[in-house]
């Protein structure tokens, strides 16, 4: 067991170094760029704003929209700008990630649109922008039952993983995705590609929600650190 | 009393006799926060957190500040500052028994600033709007605020002590609307910058008590610099 080393040196449980701003964009109506290694991402939240056409809208709750891209140059090879089959795929599971998470019923007839950039891919994106796209939504005001923080984990050999890098990710035998509401205890997605025995599975687990709520001290750090901006108001206006 | 900043899913008040309220939710007896925002300890039994950010949410009987996005052949759009374009009707605009033949963009047209009565308001259609009362009406001229809604409460003060007191000692016309716009009605460029400077020191500072007195004080330091 001791013989085995990370390409990066990190300890079997650590995650990489996490960096992280809030109400970065001033044109959305929250914000928020998020950093794990050499992961980066941005991510914005409109809303909640009204749908159109308007006949479409739902009349008890708000829509939630999500669009995760990866720019053409966050990989090494040029990436195609269009949305690919992956991309489509991912939005839709940080959309139902977030759907149990936000009071839709306060918003009736209306959408809350995220938008999310990946700068830089070296693995585990989805988790990065669900972390991102959580303090987004703080940002924006919107109610949430609790923050959402998510980690990779995953087995290389014998080994058990946590925080994949885009490396690491390509050689492993399993990986997986885990999203949780940390204060509820409630688990909001997770995935899973590759083999794992139940012992192996439930072992991850603990691993991953260990992780988790070091990244939920993390954003509850950023959300304060960053009151100043998020209480500033906008300059006067000529009628 | 202390206001303390919250995350959302902070543990609030544990009790049967606490309800949860627009910004709150409820799991057994346990209250929670679903938005980051401010909450005082032990004011009522509804507890409420005043949020930071976000959008502005309608309730009947508000006055507000809209500004007009879009012209219809009976009724104008109006942005509220809120997740609803609200509507205006044009029964609503003009005083009854009076008649309006000409075109509607002769009284209100797009990019004007009304404040306006939200009238009615319910899951099935969207805020309406009405200017048939006192003090209600198009407003010409001024410069326009734009703070978070949350923090009107504390722009306006308990029984109106801080609104009057920048009236007073500024000597200016202020209109406040709920949905977080505020209209200075002057000309005066120093007076409108001390009310921006103002309004900034409520917003960052609205958590701290004695606010009224320190912008009393800010207030008095900057009218004697400028006289």
């Known amino acids: ?38 992961t980066k991402v941005i991510a914005a939240v409109y809303g909640p704003r009204e749908y159109h056409p308007k006949q479409l809208a739902l009349p ?14 966050s990989v090494k090879e040029r990436k195609s700008p269009t949305l690919s089959r992956r991309e489509i795929e991912i939005s839709k599971v940080i959309k139902e990630a977030f759907s149990g998470c ?46 959402v923080s998510a980690v990779s984990v995953g087995k290389i050999g014998n080994q058990l993983i946590v925080d994949l890098t885009g490396e690491e990710d390509q050689n492993s035998e399993a990986d997986m995705p885990i999203a949780m509401m940390p204060s509820l205890n409630k688990i909001v997605l997770l995935q899973m590609d590759g083999f794992l025995t139940m012992d192996e599975f439930n072992k991850l687990l603990t691993m991953g929600v260990e992780a988790i709520k070091k990244i939920y001290e993390k954003q509850k750090e950023v959300i304060r650190g960053s009151l100043e901006y998020l209480l500033k108001m906008y300059g006067p206006k000529k009628i | 009393m202390k206001r303390e900043i ?16 627009l910004t709150t939710y409820k799991i057994g007896n346990n209250v929670y926060s679903g938005i980051l925002g401010l909450y005082e300890r032990g004011s009522s039994n509804e507890v409420n957190v005043i949020p930071l950010r976000g959008k502005y949410y309608p309730n009947v009987g508000d006055r507000v500040i809209g500004i007009v996005t879009k012209l219809q052949v ?16 044009f029964s609503n605009a003009i005083k009854k028994g009076r008649t309006f033949y000409s075109d509607l963009s002769k009284l209100i047209s797009i990019n004007d600033v009304i404040y306006a009565e939200i009238v009615s308001y319910d899951r ?23 703070i978070s809604p949350g923090k009107i409460p504390r722009v306006i003060g308990k029984n109106r002590s801080m609104i009057n007191m920048l009236k007073q000692m500024l ?15 002057t000309q005066d460029y120093e007076k409108i910058a001390i009310l921006g400077e103002i309004i900034e020191k409520i917003e960052t500072e609205s958590h701290v008590p004695g606010l009224t007195d320190r912008v009393k004080n800010l207030l008095e330091s900057k009218l004697i610099k400028t006289s």
């Open chain 2, 124 to 146: 099935f259609s969207p805020p309406t709007l009405s200017l048939r009362k006192k003090g209600l009406g198009k407003i010409t001229e001024g410069y326009l605020y734009e």
């Open chain 2, 171 to 185: 000597g200016i016309r202020i209109i406040v609307g709920k949905n977080g716009r505020i209209v200075a009605l």
């Open chain 2, 6 to 21: 919250v995350l959302p899913a902070t543990l609030l008040e544990s009790g049967e006799d606490f309800k949860p309220s």
């Open chain 2, 74 to 89: 009976f009724s104008w759009n109006v942005d509220i500052n809120s997740f609803h374009e609200a509507v205006l009707p």
């Open chain 1, 102 to 147: 936000i009071k839709k019923e306060l918003f009736p007839k209306s959408t809350i649109d995220v938008y999310i950039e990946v700068l830089n891919a070296d693995g585990s994106t989805r988790v990065a922008s669900i972390n991102a796209v959580s303090l987004a939504l703080v940002d924006a005001g919107i109610f949430m039952f609790d923050l």
């Open chain 1, 60 to 73: 008890q709750e708000s829509m939630v929209r999500v669009r995760y891209h990866m720019i053409p140059f």
């Open chain 1, 1 to 38: 067991m001791s013989e085995f080393k990370r390409a990066d040196g990190r300890a079997n449980d650590e995650i990489r170094p996490i960096k992280a701003e809030i109400h970065v964009l001033k044109n959305a109506d929250g914000s928020a760029y998020f950093e794990m290694g050499n």
